[in-house]
């Protein structure tokens, strides 16, 4: 399953201190770790503000609260009291955040994380140990402490070709669908309803379209060569 930095981030957690420094030891940066300790508490435990970017963050008359980090992440929170009903699938999901290659990290009220990729791929993070699943029905299971990997049952799935649009359907047991186009574009629906559609690449652009009934559309242009990310909210 593929995993880029923050899914990395989010599967050490368990081994992680409540506070640490991540460092991107590909890249250089002379840094003075003295006056960035000095700063972080002095600063009440906050890092060193960037002056790369801004937080915004909007709420909307439904209570849904969304945060644009500057990154280009996108959090998105509903605010419940009386007035708002929610539906079953937010009942069980605190927050989520969408990353700049379309993957959904849902933060669970019980703690757990799952996380939604837009190849149909998911990863579901609870009690030390990570379960993955993809399109061919394989489930691995993760041990965070050990290390060690095992294959559970596999998840039954069908798939099916359509002669018209050549395109291809999976459709996997727990209810995830991927449509696959020859053109390389896809469409997948999660099964709590999320659905991300990816372009065909151009030019080595990549755009994404995230959909759900209960959040705010995102629209995702990525810059493969470039490593930038434009992103749209609808």
Same mark, same amino acid.
């Given at each position: 399953?593929?995993c880029?930095s923050?899914?990395?981030?989010?599967?050490?957690?368990?081994?992680?201190?409540?506070?640490?420094?991540?460092?991107?030891?590909?890249?250089y940066?002379?840094?003075?770790? =003295?006056?960035? $300790? %000095?700063?972080?508490?002095?600063?009440? @435990?906050?890092?060193? &503000?960037?002056?790369?970017g801004?937080? #915004?963050?909007?709420?909307?008359?439904?209570g849904?609260?969304?945060?644009?980090?500057?990154?280009?992440?996108?959090?998105?929170?509903?605010?419940?009291?009386?007035?708002?009903?929610?539906?079953e699938?937010?009942?069980?999901?605190?927050?989520?955040l969408?990353?700049?290659?379309?993957?959904?990290?849902?933060?669970?009220k019980?703690?757990?994380?799952?996380?939604?990729?837009?190849?149909?791929?998911?990863?579901t993070?609870k009690?030390?140990?990570?379960?993955?699943?993809?399109?061919?029905g394989?489930?691995i299971?993760?041990?965070?402490?050990?290390? =060690?990997?095992t $294959? %559970?049952?596999?998840?039954?799935?069908? @798939?099916?070709?359509? &002669?018209?649009?050549?395109?291809?359907? #999976?459709?996997?047991?727990?209810?995830?669908?991927?449509?696959?186009?020859?053109d390389?574009?896809?469409?997948?629906l999660?099964?709590?309803?999320?659905?991300?559609?990816?372009?065909?690449?151009?030019?080595e652009v990549?755009?994404?379209?995230?959909?759900?009934?209960?959040?705010?559309?995102?629209?995702i242009?990525?810059d493969?060569?470039?490593?930038r990310t434009?992103?749209?909210?609808?």
């Amino acid at each position: 399953v593929e995993c880029e930095s923050v899914d990395r981030l989010i599967h050490a957690l368990p081994l992680l201190d409540e506070n640490f420094l991540m460092m991107y030891c590909d890249n250089y940066c002379p840094t003075n770790f =003295e006056n960035l $300790e %000095d700063s972080f508490f002095k600063n009440n @435990e906050n890092p060193v &503000p960037s002056n790369d970017g801004c937080v #915004i963050t909007l709420t909307l008359n439904d209570g849904l609260i969304i945060h644009i980090e500057p990154n280009g992440d996108i959090i998105q929170k509903h605010y419940k009291n009386d007035q708002i009903k929610q539906n079953e699938n937010e009942d069980d999901e605190n927050y989520r955040l969408i990353t700049s290659k379309a993957s959904i990290i849902k933060y669970m009220k019980n703690n757990d994380i799952k996380i939604l990729y837009c190849s149909g791929n998911t990863s579901t993070i609870k009690e030390g140990k990570i379960y993955n699943i993809n399109n061919k029905g394989q489930q691995i299971i993760k041990d965070v402490s050990t290390g =060690e990997i095992t $294959e %559970d049952t596999p998840v039954y799935f069908s @798939e099916h070709y359509d &002669p018209e649009s050549l395109s291809r359907t #999976i459709v996997r047991e727990d209810n995830v669908k991927t449509i696959q186009y020859p053109d390389g574009s896809r469409i997948v629906l999660h099964n709590d309803g999320t659905k991300i559609h990816t372009s065909a690449t151009v030019k080595e652009v990549t755009n994404y379209t995230i959909e759900n009934d209960s959040f705010a559309t995102v629209e995702i242009s990525y810059d493969e060569v470039k490593k930038r990310t434009q992103t749209t909210l609808i």
